[in-house]
């Protein structure tokens, strides 16, 4: 049976926002020795502003067309960022076949056009030669039937919470961490600033379930923050599986347990906070 304080606390978080699906995960959340996140959407705002666009061979302009374009079935935020910078309408009519790869990018067939919009492993991945970019930032390039035609630099922002949650983190004797998909220089930024004890970057989706075992053992008991894209088997495999009710797919919402409703990363304090009190009174 479920102690009726635990009641008592399911009912303190959300009234604070957070939804928690069972007493067990209060006691986990109390105990917390590590909190492993996620980046893009979690500790950044997984809003990408468009700073560069590079074309070869082809009009900057149909560089991003081409791009939106792949990009309209996927919910990716970089996806999302895309089509609001290319502004106009999407004729879907002219998408015959699109193919979402997680951690890699997109495949579409626009117009007759086979297009790649993605990281290098995308390129990689299809041969494709590119050029190694060295621009601070996300980059994303983007290949016109298997030829290399150009890269769209992009930057995302580190939300105001998150410098102040870390540092909580730490003050109550919590260790963070880091995973990421996103290139070396941008997760060593984001790192730095925010204090993060360690990270890891260029992480397939499977990679970050490998990185996360690694760091569960009979001694700690890990929770991992995501915003859901890409991140249910991770949030699976936490002790704690804490995912944005915003931001989230419905399946990152069904894979966690726990949900922060508004993508306050902060209210991980508060969480941690109610339920040490609660435990105190049971
Ligand atoms: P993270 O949330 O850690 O950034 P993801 O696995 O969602 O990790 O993405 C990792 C990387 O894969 C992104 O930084 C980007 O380079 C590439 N990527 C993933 N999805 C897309 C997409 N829809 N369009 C372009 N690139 C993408
Ligand atoms: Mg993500």
Request: charged share 0%; aromatic share 0%.
């Given at each position: 049976s479920i102690p009726l304080g635990y009641f008592a606390g399911i009912g303190a978080l959300s009234k604070n926002g957070v939804l928690v699906k069972g007493g067990n995960y209060i006691e986990a959340l109390k105990n917390l020795t590590k909190v492993v996140f996620d980046k893009t959407?979690?500790?950044?705002?997984?809003v990408f502003e468009v700073s560069k666009v590079v074309a070869f061979n082809v009009k900057e302009k149909n560089i991003i067309k081409f791009a939106a374009y792949a990009e309209e079935y996927s919910n990716h935020p970089i996806a999302k960022s895309i089509k609001t910078y290319y502004k106009n309408k999407i004729?879907?009519?002219?998408?015959?076949s699109h193919e979402e790869i997680p951690g890699h990018g997109v495949k579409a067939n626009i117009d007759g056009f086979e297009i790649f919009v993605g990281n290098e492993k995308l390129m990689k991945k299809f041969n494709i030669k590119y050029d190694k970019i060295s621009e601070f930032g996300t980059v994303i390039h983007v290949a016109i039937n298997n030829k290399y035609s150009g890269y769209i630099v992009i930057a995302d922002k580190i939300k105001n919470e998150s410098k102040e949650t870390i540092a909580k983190l730490k003050k109550l004797s919590i260790k963070t961490i880091m995973l990421t998909g996103d290139n070396e220089k941008v997760a060593k930024y984001v790192a730095n600033e925010l204090g993060i004890d360690y990270y890891y970057s260029e992480l397939l989706p499977n990679d970050k379930v490998i990185k996360l075992e690694n760091e569960l053992n009979f001694t700690n008991t890990v929770a991992f923050v995501g915003d859901g894209i890409n991140d249910a088997p991770v949030l699976t495999r936490a002790d704690v599986g804490i995912s944005m009710g915003g931001l989230g797919s419905d399946a990152a919402i069904e894979a966690s347990d726990v949900v922060i409703m508004d993508d306050k990363i902060d209210k991980i304090i508060t969480s941690i906070k109610i339920s040490k009190r609660t435990s105190k009174i049971i």
């Open positions: 959407g979690t500790l950044t705002h997984g004729n879907i009519n002219l998408i015959s």
